[in-house]
């Protein structure tokens, strides 16, 4: 009976590990609170002076602004401003004076590189910003969840 109860408490175990850790992880996306995102640019008219490289603040839009990022011609990426490690914060994610490309929380001091995922490189935030999806229709750059 011994081993049956052992082998018994290892499958409880483990099956409540990967209940947790798998939880964990889905919460991921909820990081900040959830807001509906629907914002259509047009490439020419809004977005042709955008060049490559190149950040672009959408006000506004997502839970405290949305900062969108042109990798390629046709490549963008969107994220919410809000910064991960204080979502209750009343202020958004700001311009890193000094560095291009990077935004940081004017209350943490996270700072979190547009160019790489938005993964923060400093400060104590473990998230990177929440990402939006981007999808080109046509002449129109869509930005959703």
Known sequence: MSLRRHI???FLVLFLSAVISTSCESNRRQIIPYVQVFVDL??????????IGTTRI???????????YRETDLGFYAYDMTCTEYPEHDRAVVRDTIFD?????????SR???INGAYPDS????????????????NLLLISN
């Open 101 to 109: 490309g990077v935004f940081k929380c004017p209350k943490c001091d």
């Open 58 to 68: 959408i006000p506004n839009e997502g839970y405290r602004g949305i900062v969108l």
């Open 123 to 138: 400060g104590p935030a473990e998230f990177p910003l929440v990402e939006y999806r981007t999808n080109i229709q046509g």
């Open 112 to 114: 979190y590189v547009i």
């Open 8 to 10: 018994q408490s290892l």
């Open 42 to 51: 047009d490439l020419y008219a809004e977005l042709g002076n955008m060049g």
